[in-house]
């Protein structure tokens, strides 16, 4: 089974994406019961249609069945028709896309919030930029490979073919990826928001990647292109996004 049958399947992220996700959809007028920061979190929260333009909107509140998970999952997850829609990060569908480049998963709406770069880097007395920090590293590691650390490997690999940096390595992490500089890898490809993290852990940043054509990831909202085939599906998908359309503008 994929999905909940005859809903429209939402995923709403957990995580840092959800403070920023929570003033948005009540602005724009919708309300997730027990969708909040409280450790009562509802990871099934129904929705509600609270201002007139809402209800006018969307038709069919009921038929929505929302679900809070990680925006990591909701590519994939989206893709195999588990969810409908799903409120990501462009991030994580520019990794999802690198990965499955026939990926149904498309991107509805940039919205504005979770704004980090993705960026390389290296311990900070290694180079002020990649050239500097390859040379560097070529004349100390005796033709070793180049060993880069992400949660984002897909991205962190097209950057490292990108930049011709053979011969190279991708060490794929969990979290807490800015600790293995100097001693478990070379260079890591993060996000970050503030810069405190690597500045905090002594690095410095000396490349930030693309992302889906972008200098820096926010959240968006993500649709199975093979849902808007369905035309009341379809109907429930644009009446949301006009909905986010109009608090944006
Ligand atoms: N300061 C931030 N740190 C990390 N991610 C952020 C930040 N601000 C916005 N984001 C976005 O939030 C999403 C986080 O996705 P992820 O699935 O890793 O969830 P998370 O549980 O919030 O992450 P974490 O494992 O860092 O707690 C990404 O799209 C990312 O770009
Ligand atoms: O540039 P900054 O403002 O410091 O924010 C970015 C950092 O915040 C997140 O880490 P988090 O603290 O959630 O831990 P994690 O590494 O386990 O994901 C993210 O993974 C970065 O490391």
Redesign the pocket.
């Known amino acids: 089974m994929t999905g909940i049958p005859d809903k429209l399947n939402f995923a709403l992220?957990?995580?840092?994406?959800?403070s920023?996700v929570l003033p948005f959809i009540e602005g724009a007028g919708l309300g997730f019961d027990g969708y909040d920061e409280t450790s009562d979190l509802n990871r099934r929260p129904p929705m509600r249609t609270e201002s007139d333009t809402a209800k006018t909107l969307i038709q069919q509140p009921d038929r929505v069945a929302a679900k809070v998970i990680?925006?990591?999952?909701?590519p994939v997850h989206v893709a195999n028709g588990n969810f409908d829609i799903a409120i990501?990060?462009?991030?994580?569908l520019a990794e999802h896309r690198q990965r499955f480049p026939k990926s149904p998963v498309i991107e509805k709406l940039r919205m504005g919030?979770?704004?980090?770069r993705?960026v390389a880097a290296v311990h900070q007395d290694d180079g002020d930029n990649l050239p500097d920090f390859i040379e560097s590293f070529r004349s100390r590691s005796g033709g070793e490979y180049l060993k880069i650390a992400s949660?984002y490997v897909y991205l962190a690999d097209s950057y490292a073919q990108k930049k011709n940096l053979h011969p190279y390595r991708v060490i794929m992490t969990?979290?807490a990826t800015e600790s293995l500089i100097p001693e478990d890898c070379d260079m890591i490809v993060e996000?970050?928001?503030?810069g405190n993290t690597l500045r905090k852990n002594n690095l410095k940043i000396i490349d930030t990647l693309e992302v889906l054509g972008a200098s820096e990831?926010?959240?968006c909202l993500i649709a199975n292109q093979e849902s808007l085939e369905i035309p009341w599906k379809k109907e429930l998908v644009e009446g949301i996004v006009s909905l986010f359309e109009n608090y944006l503008k």
């Open positions: 992220p957990d995580g840092h994406l959800m920023h990680r925006p990591q999952d909701m990501s990060g462009t991030d994580w919030f979770g704004k980090v993705i949660e969990y979290g996000n970050t928001e503030t990831s926010e959240g």
